[in-house]
Every structure is written in structure tokens, then in C-alpha cells.
């Protein structure tokens, strides 16, 4: 098994997959290295000295620089590194596109093909709260329905609770109504009882003209204040779609109709060496077959960026992601806070040092391929391929924004664990063994084997497997658990 991994030749530092004591001595290059301090896995260690000021180079690129003179040895960390990055930059399109063969085969999955063309994983009846004050409205409304129907028939029902709809103004007010409707009108929902009050800014008549084209079988709209009993006139709306789609099948699709969203969460120093470059593969393989993902999380791109940018398809995708970056650091300088902000707690203790150190590992994720698209917070995906979105770093918000585009399920890596999901199958994959055995009620996949005993490229035929199970209709963690939950960006005023 390997103890320690230098991740690209030019590397100062190593990457240490054990917890390593005072005194014990590392062999590479015909070098050795006697460990100065008891270090933990998947923290740093000096491949060779470091004089203060000089860069410390991780993934082939620095990750921050020296506060102080290393030694060969010495634990490289928050102690003795402090990140490069500060405002805002200005790019030049400088395209260098790093497309890899993978193979194109004919894999499908079973899915539920919609009316409009689009296709579905799960077969799902939910109610969209146009505004908070109906939360618990919508969940007595369903308590009644499920007392009177058998909903053994259909995948699951969920009222998608939040806490936004009045009270917002200019783009919060948007943005609300942009990730609802990402709700409505996604395939997984196979039916969707949109719930106002009645007094709200966000109108349920304004929000329906929002909409656009839907199916009025299967969408059905009720304002609170407008009628006499509102659990009664709920649960018979919730029967009318019931009846609408509690006879949906599923049909052989090919590989090239899945969409999934790519993020990370609690990251450690195994994220960049194992799960998050696991997604990277299956992004590029997905996107092979002629599928779709989504990488989003602006802020743990600062760093590392300019990859990104050399990979957009044309000069203006390569505009995109410009104003995607510096948009999101205007934000931050905005509100008077320091653009590298980031790391976690979580993610120091697990050994990450710097913002780039997480931005390297996190882009990772996204593989090889061209970027495609850049999405704005609430857009839906139109080009199949690589695409970003405007999205921050916070699990849930990110995940929901995923989800909202249109993606049918996020896979989501962590070293540290976490529970949650969102209103599509989020699937957790764990970057280290040890979580994996500990978590297996989050855990749904274990990525720790690349740096164990197994290749990659053997993991990636495990977890293509597995995701194509998923997208059959196996439930992952989250929906066991019955973790479903939404949350919705919010930067300006509340009335």
C-alpha cells in the first residue's frame, strides 16, 4: 500500500496517505527524508527546502508561499503557508484544450421520458411552496393525501420546504423564482402542486405566467386564502396528479440523456488524489457517450481558474468564465471579505492549506473536457457537455442550484462526511476508506481504494456501474434517510 504520493513532478511537497511519527523516514529519488513532526494523513510534507517566500507547488502548480524557511521534512501547513491569491485579475484567452479519448460504448438506463421530450430518474410527486408561509400547510396537505392513496405506485412525494417567496426584492426575488421553477419543471418530478397564500410577492399567478409551458394535468396551482378548506382542495389536487402519473413506466434511454452535477463538500488532502479525479473520469466518460455535467462552487475555482479558462470552447465561453470568476470575487470584495476566505476547519484539519491547495483539488473534478457553457445562479442547462454555473461553495446551495438546473442527480465527494441531500439523488463518495467503513449510512460509494489496491480505471467501471444503477431507480443514502431539502442564495435586502 502506498504511504506517501508527490502528484506531479514538479512538486515540493508530498502528500502523505498515512499518519506519519516524528523520526520515520521517507524514501523517494533515492532521497531520504527524515519526517520532523508527527503529521497526519493527507497533510504535506517538504520534499526538499522551501525558502521563505518561495512558491510551495502542489498538482504541478503553487498552492501559496513560504511564510518562513522549511526544511526537507517539516509539516507544510496553515503554520507556514499562506495563500498567493487577493482581488481581482485580468485574463487572457490563451486556449488549450486537453480533450482525452474514452470510449464510446452503448450503455443506457432506464428512465421516465416526459411529454416534452426530457427524461427523468425518479417518478416523484412534490409540492413547491411559492412562499415559507405555507410550509406546514403543504406537509398537512400531504399527510391527508397519504392516509387516502397508495403511493407505493410513484417513487416518493416531498413538500420542498424554504423560507423565501415575500419579503425580497430585485435579484434575491428572482432567484427565488428562477430555482423554483427549476423545481417545477424538473423530469424527476412527475407531478407538482405549486402552493401559495396569497399575499406573497411572489404571486402564484405572476409565478405561473413565470413558468411558461407546462402540463396542466400534472401541474396544478392553489392559493390558500382563496379557498374555504385548504387541506381539503390540496389533497384533491394532489389525487388529479396522482392519477396523471401513477402509471409512468420506464424506458431504455441511451447514456447521452444523463445530466449530472459535480460538487464537493468537507473536503481533506485525499480529495484531489482520489474521489475528486474519480469525477473528473466519469465527467469525461459521461460527457463521451454525449451526457452533460455541471461543475459549480466559483469560489473553489480562485486558484485555479486560468485551467478552466484554457479549456472553453471558444473566446467568448472563455468571456463566460471570466465574468463567472471576477463577478463572484466583486461579490466578496463587496461585502468587505477577503476573496480566499477558505478553507474550512474541517478542510484544514483534513489538510488542506489554502485556497488554491482546495481549488486544484476541487476543479479536478470537472476532468478534461472542453467547457461548453457558463451558466448564471437559476439558468437551466442547454448545452450538452461541460458546463460551470454561478454558484458558491455552500453544500446545500450549491447542490440545490445543480439540481435546479436540471441535472437528475449530484455526485457529491467528501473526506469528512455529511449527510444531507438535496431534491435529487446525492450520491456521497468518500475520498478515504476509513470514512466509508465509519459512514456506510452517508457514504454511498468508496473512491479511498485508488490509493489502496486498485487502479482508477478500475474504480470508474465500479462507480459507471454504479450511477447507472442509481439512475435505474436505486436509492442512495439520502433518499433512504429521507434527507431532502432545498436552500436558495440570498445576498440582498429582506423587507
Not at 22 to 46: F, L, T
Not at 345 to 362: H, M
Amino acid at each position: 500500500m502506498k504511504t506517501y504520493m508527490k502528484i506531479h513532478g514538479d512538486d515540493n511537497v508530498l502528500v502523505l496517505l498515512k499518519d506519519f511519527k516524528s523520526g520515520e523516514i521517507i524514501e523517494i529519488d533515492d532521497i531520504k527524508i527524515r519526517i520532523k513532526q508527527d503529521i497526519p494523513k493527507g497533510h504535506k510534507v517538504a520534499l526538499k527546502a522551501i525558502t521563505q517566500n518561495d512558491s510551495v507547488v502542489k498538482y504541478g502548480l503553487p498552492i501559496g508561499y513560504a511564510l518562513q524557511d522549511i526544511e526537507a521534512g517539516d509539516h507544510v501547513h496553515v503554520h507556514n503557508t499562506k495563500t498567493k491569491l487577493s482581488g481581482t485579475i485580468e485574463y487572457v484567452y490563451r486556449q488549450k484544450l486537453a480533450d482525452k479519448d474514452m470510449p464510446r460504448d452503448n450503455k443506457t438506463f432506464m428512465g421516465y421520458r416526459r411529454r416534452d421530450g426530457s427524461v427523468g430518474i425518479r417518478n416523484e410527486l412534490w409540492i413547491v411552496p411559492t412562499v415559507g408561509c405555507v410550509n406546514g400547510t403543504g406537509q398537512m396537505i400531504i399527510d391527508t393525501f397519504k392516509r387516502e392513496v397508495n403511493i407505493d405506485l410513484i417513487d416518493h412525494i416531498e413538500v420542498y420546504k424554504h423560507n423565501y417567496g415575500c419579503s425580497q426584492l430585485g435579484d434575491d426575488h428572482e432567484n427565488t423564482k428562477k430555482i423554483l421553477r427549476g423545481l417545477v419543471k424538473h423530469p424527476n418530478c412527475g407531478g407538482v402542486l405549486v402552493l401559495g397564500l396569497g399575499c406573497e410577492n411572489n404571486q402564484v399567478s405572476e409565478f405561473k405566467d413565470f413558468l411558461g409551458e407546462i402540463d396542466e394535468q400534472r401541474v396544478k396551482f392553489l392559493v390558500a386564502q382563496e379557498v374555504e378548506d385548504e387541506i381539503e382542495e390540496g389533497a384533491r389536487l394532489l389525487k388529479e396528479i396522482f392519477d396523471a402519473m401513477k402509471d409512468d413506466h420506464r424506458t431504455e434511454v441511451p447514456l447521452s440523456e444523463l445530466k449530472v452535477g459535480l460538487k464537493c463538500g468537507g473536503s481533506d488532502g485525499l480529495s484531489g488524489i482520489t474521489a475528486n479525479p474519480l469525477l473528473g473520469k466519469f465527467s469525461d466518460y459521461l460527457i463521451a457517450q454525449g451526457g452533460t455535467s455541471v461543475l459549480t462552487e466559483v469560489p473553489e475555482m480562485f486558484g485555479a481558474e486560468t485551467i478552466l479558462m484554457e479549456r472553453a470552447k471558444d473566446e467568448e465561453t472563455f468571456e463566460k468564465i471570466v465574468h463567472l470568476i471576477n463577478d463572484f470575487k466583486d461579490y466578496f470584495i463587496a461585502n468587505d471579505q477577503p476573496v480566499y476566505e477558505n478553507p474550512s476547519p474541517g478542510n484544514k484539519k483534513g489538510g488542506i492549506t489554502t485556497l488554491e491547495d482546495k481549488s486544484l483539488g476541487c476543479t479536478q473534478k470537472a476532468g478534461h473536457s472542453k467547457v461548453v457553457d457558463v451558466l448564471k445562479y437559476g439558468e437551466v442547462l442547454i448545452e450538452k457537455g461541460l458546463n460551470l454555473l454561478s454558484a458558491p461553495g455552500n453544500d446545500l446551495v450549491a447542490a440545490t442550484a445543480l439540481a435546479a438546473s436540471g441535472c437528475h442527480m449530484v455526485l457529491f465527494t467528501t473526506g469528512r462526511g455529511t449527510p444531507f441531500g438535496t431534491f435529487v439523488p446525492t450520491i456521497k463518495i468518500s475520498t478515504n476508506t476509513e470514512l466509508y467503513a465509519r459512514k456506510k449510512n452517508w457514504i454511498d460509494f468508496n473512491a479511498g481504494t485508488i490509493v489502496e489496491d486498485q487502479s482508477i480505471e478500475q474504480v470508474l467501471e465500479d462507480f459507471i456501474t454504479y450511477v447507472i444503477g442509481v439512475a435505474n431507480g436505486e436509492r442512495v443514502n439520502n433518499e433512504i434517510n429521507q434527507f431532502r431539502e432545498i436552500a436558495i442564495f440570498k445576498t440582498g435586502v429582506t423587507l
